[in-house]
């Protein structure tokens, strides 16, 4: 693309005063600034029956000169021509990245954007940075031959410029591209009939996911998640596709679904394709990291309310760490079916082997471990808490077994399962709090994947003094990596927190007994999609 690549941490962006904003001619790539996606602006993976035709694709620049430097091609631009920072630029002291190339079939704009996303959103939209990011290496390449994968490209790419710099018209050109990817996908799902849904489209699929997660989506990602799946099950599992596409993508996927799972149990379908490509030792992903059994031990205890009603099953399970209710019939004492040992307790991250990308730092992985133990925490206090809430709604019920031999089983009440969790839950919060006072939480991306354990532990911490830890902690997330979701765990333990003060004022005082707010109570009367990846 350039004359030599530019890294990841290439110094081409600098502060400086905005220029006055010129208006935009009428004959400007891009139309009047449509409405931000609402609820009904989602991919319909069942084709309509017409055709669509897609928003404008990438229209051929007239032919330019430009000259060699040393960071790659520079053009020379008509005077009238309104640059990228322009229309990107709305406040002085912004963060903007300069145009450092031109490539003959892509926009100024495109150039502009896939820049930034070059130079900084890819290292700043994963949570592992290596020379083999696949958000370069993978999406770059396929994307300057897709027009389709290229507007999902910038569309996430202008989105999180805006985040960073405030940019209105950042903000404006990552509605219209999110618009037009939408429209090229009707398109391409027309043709599923006749044709193979391709691999670059499923890309531009996975990409909305991601566009959702750095808008601070409570209401589309889900969606998109759900289609994302039922696309790549009607192309016959991740063993379909290209496997540089097809890594890149159940990584996203696992992780996306995962956090789902225990955010959003009620609103995610369960997964038809297999997460295991049979590749091999894994690579280590730039999503999941070390912390891929953790994400699903966590997606299990989302799944134990489903067994409030068995008392047996529900001590194992907490004792264990393994979830039964997919297997009813399941004979819980017979002698070669003993539960798992407690998973949480003896996880590591050497448990798994994976081959580590090209260019990863020895700092690096000690940055991955960390945050996977700040997850084992998390994981910890996650299962107190839903344990509590099922505690708290269901506190005196005498529940029956499943089997018609055993007879009826007592209450399980606080004192019957707190004493099978290893570790208590407020050791687990002071644990993983007092980690993460440890770490600089700059703006290595690995630091990124900390959102679920700063927020379950502000939702499950008794002290208040923690609140100011878990705030800030969240505020230099959002402010060094631009990712709309922080903005939406913080607004929600701002309600949670203002509830459960307001019940104490009332309540505690003249000794009522009154039900803990807990936080899935918040995300349920919100109706919120809370996404915590």
């Given amino acids: 693309m350039w004359v030599e690549p530019l890294g990841p941490s290439a110094q081409v962006f600098s502060k400086f005063e905005a220029p006055k904003r010129r208006r935009l001619s009428k004959s400007s790539e891009f139309p009047s600034p449509t409405p931000s ?11 309509s029956s017409g055709p669509v035709t897609p928003w404008s694709w990438s229209t051929l620049s007239s032919p330019r000169e430009y000259r060699t430097i040393t960071s790659g091609f520079s053009p020379v631009m008509d005077a009238d021509e309104p640059s990228p920072t322009d229309i990107d630029m709305c406040i002085s002291g912004a963060v903007i990245p300069q145009p450092q190339g031109y490539i ?12 930034y996303h070059m130079e900084q959103g890819s290292r700043l939209l994963a949570n592992l940075e290596s ?23 910038c569309a996430v790419s202008a989105l999180h410029l805006a985040n960073r710099s405030h940019g209105f018209g950042a903000h404006n050109a990552a509605v219209n591209y999110y618009s037009g990817t939408l429209n090229g996908l009707r398109s391409a799902l027309g043709k599923c009939s006749t044709e ?8 531009a699929v996975g990409l909305l996911c991601k566009y959702e997660i750095v808008r601070g989506s409570v209401k589309q990602w889900v969606v998109h998640l759900n289609a994302l799946q039922r696309l790549i099950v009607s192309r016959g599992g991740f063993a379909s596709m290209d496997r540089d596409a097809a890594e890149f993508l159940r990584g996203l996927f696992v992780y996306a679904y995962q956090m789902a799972r225990i955010s ?8 038809d394709i297999c997460v295991d490509s049979n590749i091999g030792i894994p690579k280590l992903d730039i999503y999941i990291g070390y912390t891929e059994e953790l994400l699903e031990l966590c997606a299990r205890i989302a799944e134990l309310p489903s067994l409030k009603n068995d008392t047996l099953a529900l001590r194992l399970t907490v004792a264990s760490m393994y979830v039964f209710c997919s297997l009813p019939s399941f004979n819980l004492f017979h002698p070669t079916n003993p539960p798992r040992n407690e998973s949480l307790l003896v996880w ?8 580590i990308p090209q260019g990863t730092s020895p700092a690096t992985l000690t940055r991955l471990q960390l945050v996977a133990e700040c997850f084992r925490d998390a994981g910890f206090t996650y299962l107190h808490s839903i344990m509590e809430r099922i505690s708290r709604d269901h506190p005196d019920t005498t529940l029956m077994s499943p089997s018609t031999d055993l007879p009826p089983q007592p209450p399980f009440s606080t004192h019957d399962w707190l004493p099978l969790i290893s570790t208590p839950k407020q050791l687990a919060v002071h644990r993983c709090l007092a980690r993460v006072e440890t770490f600089p939480l700059d703006d290595h991306c690995e630091y990124s994947a900390l959102t679920f354990p700063l ?6 911490s008794e002290n208040v003094a923690d609140r100011d830890v878990v705030l800030g902690s969240l505020g230099k997330l959002q402010d060094n990596f631009g990712i709309g979701n922080v903005r939406r765990a913080k607004e929600l ?17 003249v000794g009522v007994d009154r039900k803990k707010m807990h936080w899935l109570d918040i995300v349920e009367e919100l109706g919120w999609e809370l996404i915590l990846a």
């Fill in 37 to 47: 996606p609402s609820s009904d602006a989602w991919i319909d993976i069942h084709p």
């Fill in 104 to 115: 003959s079939h892509l926009s100024t704009h495109e150039t502009h954007y896939l820049q």
């Fill in 455 to 460: 927020f379950i532990s502000g939702c499950e």
């Fill in 196 to 203: 193979v849904f391709p691999d670059d489209a499923l890309l």
């Fill in 348 to 355: 590591s991250h050497t448990s798994t082997p994976y081959i």
């Fill in 131 to 153: 020379e083999d990011n696949p958000l370069r290496s993978i999406l770059i390449p396929r994307a300057m031959s897709s027009p389709l994968l290229m507007k999902a490209v």
């Fill in 493 to 509: 333990l701002g309600i949670l927190w203002a509830r459960r003060d307001a019940d104490a004022g009332l309540y505690g005082a």
């Fill in 264 to 271: 959003n149990h009620n609103r995610i379908t369960s997964a």
